[in-house]
């Protein structure tokens, strides 16, 4: 898989070699390790999950179909995403990962286990995995396809957070399409290659508190079982295909823990880490293209919800206005703005900053592909500050429906009846702003990093940041102007 190739075939960074603090998480917590060192340890997060995307698929076949009162819409859209996306990204790294429930049946189908460990061969393993087992095209090894399924779902939004039964058909065709390519492609391919919530968790990894690294790089290179890639006896080969020895970033770290279980050298930890100042490189177009996407998209949903034009909201709405020709216009509005405008715009500010600091020696694709990490952080923030009103103003939904979760006139809990009520709405703007704020601090701080590795003479390198941290200003300026008026 290109995904392990990349780790694999490319040196390790120099910036890696410089990282800041880390705090050894298993060495002071080993009942933490002891824990996730258990065969049945990623069985028992997942089983939560699997009955609540059980109960969600019932609500949204079955129950109401209106969205405030159903649990798949309420417990989905406005908790999930709030918890995925304010807390277990920036201080979880890809935690979700370890307890998604999609990839559940495709891994039981390969292994043939749901705790146990089967010995044995299959390619480029040391475990015995059933289906065909191939490979997935090289051309395909990339995230583009999980670029353009994030986008064409949150083209879709207004579809996917209203109405139950459209949740449903795609939370059940994600499943059915993560089983059906375990029988055909190796490992976790739908995690790595398809999943469009994979994507975005990808992208985000990069500036999370939260790693699993080696401890010592040079044990896992002289190591000779490789075990945990190829697997072993006491666990699994990586589902993600992932080489701890040159592992540097979070991007394709799944969190699943089998390579803890299965290092000889017990030469695997979790560390925690400052935020947004480790992972600062992508390395593709793909990924630069996911930030763009990201940051763009949470712009446009903030222009439709929250900005002053009500017909660009009417247009978004196609679950309610069923205006066809607006809602096209809106689509490829918001297609071009994610793909073409505002990345032409990142590549003028970066063929101005060469210009400027004539960089005649540093190529313009390395300061495109470098630069864009600015992007990652305010991208995550700007998410979170979108996100912020949607708990406050909505919360209250998830009292209720928790005692009626199919919307039937239920009361388990004797919180249906729970009226809805904003929580402190005034106090909105108050907290999106330092958000926003600190997305710009930390743009600006990788994007200061990555230049310092570039550009040896200080004057060079501040005329290379100029234009690309003022379109960083400008996001910021108009997200403001969004947010607060």
């Known amino acids: 898989m290109a995904t392990a190739e990349r780790i694999l075939t490319e040196p390790v960074p120099q910036e890696i070699e410089k990282k800041p603090w880390r705090f050894d998480v298993f060495a002071h917590l080993p009942w933490l390790k002891g824990l996730v060192r258990m065969r049945s340890f990623q069985f028992l997060v997942i089983l939560p999950n699997l009955f609540l995307f059980y ?23 406005i908790l999930w995403w709030f918890v995925l996306i304010a807390v277990m990204m920036p201080f979880g790294s890809r935690l979700w990962c370890t307890m998604c429930p999609l990839p559940f049946f495709g891994d039981w189908l390969q292994r043939r286990s749901v705790v146990g460990v089967r010995s044995g061969k299959s390619p480029g393993t040391l475990n015995k995995f059933f289906g065909l087992q191939k490979r997935w095209p090289k051309r395909l090894s990339n995230i583009w396809l999980q670029n353009f399924g994030f986008l064409f779902l949150a083209t879709f939004s207004a579809l996917l957070v209203t109405r139950p039964l459209v949740s449903a058909i795609v939370f059940g065709v994600l499943i059915l399409l993560a089983a059906g ?23 985000y990894a990069m500036t999370s508190t939260v790693e699993l690294r080696s401890a010592d790089k040079e044990v896992c290179l002289k190591c000779t079982t490789k075990s945990c ?31 803890v279980k299965s290092c000889p050298n017990d030469n695997i930890s979790l560390y925690l880490r400052p935020f947004s100042t480790s992972d600062v490189a992508l390395r593709g177009y793909d990924e ?36 066809w020709g607006g809602f096209g216009m809106f689509a490829a509005g918001q ?30 694709k390395e300061l495109f592909l470098k630069y864009a990490y600015m992007l990652v952080p305010m991208g995550l923030l700007a998410w979170i500050a979108f996100s912020v009103p949607l708990i406050m103003v909505n919360g209250s939904y ?34 999106q702003v330092p958000i926003l704020l600190a997305g710009l601090y930390f743009g600006l701080r990788g994007l200061h990093k990555v230049g ?20 960083l200003l400008g996001v910021t300026v108009l997200f403001l102007k969004l947010f607060i008026g």
């Open 181 to 203: 390519m375990a029988l055909v492609y190796r490992l976790r391919t739908f995690c790595n290659y398809i999943c469009p919530i994979s994507g975005f968790l990808s992208l």
């Open 288 to 323: 630069v293209w996911k930030a763009c996407i990201m940051l763009m998209l949470a712009f446009s949903y903030s222009i439709v919800l929250l900005g002053p034009w009500g017909w660009l909201k009417d247009w978004a709405n196609i679950s309610e206005k069923h205006n």
């Open 452 to 471: 310092s590795q570039l550009f040896k003479d200080p004057t060079q390198l501040f005329r290379s940041m100029i234009p690309p941290a003022v379109l």
């Open 335 to 364: 297609a071009l703005l994610a793909l073409v405008i505002f990345p032409a715009l990142f590549y003028l500010s970066i063929r101005l900053g060469k210009w400027y600091a004539r960089a005649d020696d540093v190529s313009t």
């Open 55 to 77: 109960l969600f698929l019932i609500a949204g076949f079955f129950g109401t179909p209106i969205g405030n009162r159903n649990i798949i819409i309420v417990f989905v859209w």
């Open 229 to 259: 890639i190829r697997g072993s006896d006491k666990g699994w080969a990586c589902p993600w295909n992932v080489y701890m020895g040159k592992l540097d970033r979070n991007n394709y770290c799944g969190l699943c823990f089998e390579c």
């Open 398 to 431: 998830i009292v209720s429906v928790a005692s009626d979760p199919l919307g039937w006139g239920m009361n388990l809990l004797g919180t249906a009846e729970f009226p809805w009520k904003p929580l402190w709405p005034q106090w909105v703007p108050f907290a």
